[in-house]
């Protein structure tokens, strides 16, 4: 009996730090419901025009050569949507160092599920928008957002195995890597050299204070600062900065950012983040130019038909050809559960639509498909869930 209960405390205090993890990220999904919501019924109400004059009033910070001048908008996608990258970063990290991704079996899952999620909603957006306008909006469907999704699986309490969590969760974080992959090389602008090489060498010196045993939090933060500096005037988008910042972040120090830097990202930046980028006029202000609807018709046929279909189509194919094996305590019918929420892109869809289609009609039509697809997605994949779990 004491051998059972000391076998319990050990999985206990194991699984104590995902669980933290998930309770956040689930109540976090609750808040940007909210905050997006906020946004959208401000955008069409008699004060909408407050809503735009709100979010592209300018604000300059610095003195004379170092100052930088961007909307507030700006502010918040560009500065402290670059602590959320940071964050995604050391999850990463920490994920292939002790979580899901640290073993290549238990890794291979996750990680030909996510393949699948990114490639077969990118190829269904080109298709339905090839040679057209919003042909650059291809990866706005390939993200999923880890807060939504997690709230979804929460609203079904404990019936939903860990295995289950755990895969979902892995799955989003390959996920958000391969998105990161996509801004650095696909919506990155001219390169600025000396302002990049100045980022570099702030990464590198935050990888040399890392082997040398450096954990004050004060130095990794005057080095991000440079770095992100350096990248926002390289014409690299700025938010790359936080996630290679991230990953020369020693091990002894990882944990603590993270718990430092986790409430405040869930409950204050990505919140900013959905009622900086939500608001869209939909009864007055929905302009339909060229490609419009196709946009729209792109983002949602790619986070709805694209991710269930991929996610679930490449891990058959794994489990079947013994790649992997699927997580405890869970069927198919669970795996095209989850692959259904999956399809909720929101924040790094917004994040990626901004990228690429700046502002105007395109993002917002990006915009309208991204809510219809998420919300959609969610309740299918809650309903198909609740039936089968």
Not at 58 to 87: E, T, Y
Request: aromatic share 10%.
């Amino acid at each position: 009996m004491a051998l059972k209960d000391s076998n319990s405390s050990v999985v206990n205090r194991i699984l104590a730090p995902f669980n933290r993890f998930a309770a956040i990220e689930s109540a976090s999904g609750l808040v940007l419901i909210g905050c997006a919501v906020v946004a959208l019924i401000w955008a069409n109400s008699p004060w909408g025009a407050t809503y735009g004059s709100l979010w592209h009033m300018p604000i300059k910070l610095g003195v004379r050569d170092l100052s930088i001048d961007m909307s507030l908008q700006h502010w918040v996608n560009d500065a402290l949507m670059v602590i959320f990258f940071f964050l995604v970063g050391l999850e990463i990290k920490r994920e292939l160092l002790i979580g899901e991704l640290a073993s290549i079996r238990s890794a291979l899952l996750p990680i030909v599920a996510a393949i699948g999620g990114i490639v077969v909603p990118a190829a269904i957006y080109s298709v339905i928008n090839r040679g057209g306008p919003g042909a650059d909006g291809w990866g706005i469907p390939m993200a999923t957002d880890i807060a939504f999704s997690l709230a979804v699986l929460g609203l079904l309490g404990s019936r939903v195995p860990l295995g289950l969590k755990v895969f979902l969760t892995a799955l989003a974080i390959v996920d958000d890597l391969g998105a990161v992959l996509v801004i650095a090389l696909f919506y990155t602008a001219e390169i600025s050299l000396s302002p990049l090489l100045l980022s570099f060498g702030a990464v590198l010196l935050s990888y040399l204070g890392g082997r040398f045993g450096m954990r004050s939090p004060w130095f990794y933060l005057l080095l991000g600062i440079v770095a992100w500096y350096g990248m926002l005037n390289s014409g690299v988008h700025a938010t790359i900065a936080g996630v290679l910042m991230a990953l020369t972040i020693p091990v002894r120090v990882l944990g603590n950012f993270e718990h430092a830097l986790h409430k405040p990202v869930a409950f204050l930046i990505m919140p900013l983040f959905a009622l900086a980028n939500s608001g869209v006029d939909i009864f007055g202000g929905l302009e339909r130019v060229e490609g419009a609807m196709q946009v729209a018709f792109g983002v949602i046929a790619g986070l709805m038909l694209g991710k269930s279909i991929g996610i679930t189509l490449f891990s058959f194919v794994a489990v079947k050809f013994g790649i992997a094996a699927l997580p405890s305590s869970t069927n198919w019918k669970s795996i095209y559960g989850v692959a259904w929420i999956a399809g909720i892109g929101f924040t790094m869809s917004l994040f990626v639509g901004g990228l690429a289609f700046g502002s105007g009609a395109l993002l917002d039509w990006a915009k309208i498909g991204i809510f219809a697809a998420s919300l959609a997605s969610g309740f299918i994949g809650w309903a198909i869930l609740k039936k089968h779990l």
